[in-house]
Structures are given as structure tokens and as C-alpha cells.
């Protein structure tokens, strides 16, 4: 049984390797920068930087907000995990009580590929970033986008509820991208 996972695994590896060795090898000339040119023969006295006496505001991507929203989450639920986890492995337990915590856990599971892919579908609207947190049956959706309107709301809600059936209740909260 070994060797069959260790083939399994050598021709995984091997076929991954020629298909990106493929790539690189028909992958066309690199593109040219289409960024400022870094090297010029301008001199530095034509550039203003910017004025001290205008009135600057600090930028603050709301994006890392939604970073630290998302940490939490992880957080929260790699606990309940490890919760779940020592309850299948525990002698202790019932057989019934190990069905409901794994049974628990593949619910999490379900959960948070529900929210990743229902994230991935809302920045194809259109937002710089988006949040979805599921909770007892409501879905609580964080998008940041320049423009608040019922329309764009109704959009997400429209989304969320198509691509996941256990939203009851979804909660849309724009944050502005400025």
C-alpha cells in the first residue's frame, strides 16, 4: 500500500513539474513595464512630491479591516475545531456524541467554502473587497465599494441567496473605498 502512495504521489509530482516546465517553455517573450520607468534620464528637480501646506489624509485601507475580520474568524473557528477534533478523538464520548461533532464539523467545513467562494463571487461584481460571515441561518455581508445604492445591495443579496440555500437573512453593509 506504501509504494502505491509513494508512486501516486512521484507521478503527481512528475506530471506537475512537466506541465509548468511546458509553460514557461511556451510562454512568450516577458512583457514590456507598463509602470513608470524607474530609470529615466529626467532629473528629480521636475517632480513635485506634493505640497506640505494642502490638507492630507492618511490612507486606511478598509481591505485590512477585512483582514482583521477575517483573522478573528480563522481564529474563532480553528478553536472550535480543535474543540471538535478532541471530542472524535476522545474514548470518552459516546459514539452518538463523535457522529454529532464530526457531523458538526463538516458543517463548519461547508460553511467556510460557502463563504470564500460566495467572496470570490461578489469582487466578480465588481467590489474591491468583500466579507461573508455566516451565522445561525443569517449571512452578514461586508463590501467595500465607492458607491452605496438599494440596487447594488439588492445585487448581493440577489447572489447570496442563489448560490447558498441555507441563507435565510442576509445583511448587507457597505464601507466607502476611500
Given at each position: 500500500m506504501k509504494v502505491r502512495k509513494r508512486g501516486v504521489?512521484?507521478?503527481t509530482?512528475?506530471?506537475?513539474?512537466?506541465?509548468?516546465?511546458?509553460?514557461?517553455?511556451?510562454e512568450k517573450a516577458p512583457k514590456p513595464f507598463d509602470g513608470i520607468t524607474i530609470f529615466s534620464d529626467d532629473t528629480?528637480?521636475?517632480?513635485?512630491?506634493?505640497?506640505?501646506?494642502?490638507d492630507t489624509t492618511p490612507v486606511f485601507a478598509e481591505s485590512y479591516l477585512f483582514e482583521?475580520?477575517?483573522?478573528?474568524?480563522?481564529?474563532?473557528?480553528?478553536?472550535?475545531?480543535?474543540?471538535?477534533?478532541?471530542?472524535?478523538?476522545?474514548?470518552d464520548m459516546t459514539a452518538?456524541?463523535?457522529?454529532?461533532?464530526?457531523?458538526?464539523?463538516?458543517?463548519?467545513?461547508?460553511r467556510e467554502t460557502a463563504e470564500a467562494m460566495l467572496e470570490m463571487l461578489i469582487k466578480d461584481l465588481g467590489y474591491e473587497d468583500a466579507v461573508v460571515r455566516a451565522e445561525?441561518?443569517?449571512?452578514?455581508?461586508?463590501?467595500i465599494a465607492a458607491e452605496m445604492s438599494p440596487a447594488q445591495a439588492d445585487q448581493i443579496v440577489y447572489t447570496v441567496k442563489s448560490e447558498w440555500e441555507?441563507?435565510?437573512?442576509?445583511?448587507?453593509?457597505?464601507?466607502?473605498?476611500?
Open positions: 504521489w512521484l507521478l509530482l512528475l506530471s506537475l513539474t512537466a506541465v509548468i516546465g511546458v509553460y514557461y517553455l511556451l528629480i528637480e521636475g517632480t513635485e512630491l506634493g505640497e506640505a501646506g494642502k482583521e475580520m477575517r483573522m478573528e474568524v480563522r481564529n474563532e473557528r480553528s478553536q472550535l475545531r480543535e474543540q471538535l477534533t478532541q471530542k472524535i478523538t476522545s474514548d452518538e456524541e463523535r457522529n454529532a461533532a464530526f457531523d458538526e464539523m463538516q458543517s463548519l467545513t461547508k445561525d441561518g443569517g449571512v452578514k455581508v461586508s463590501v441555507d441563507a435565510r437573512t442576509v445583511q448587507v453593509d457597505f464601507k466607502s473605498g476611500k
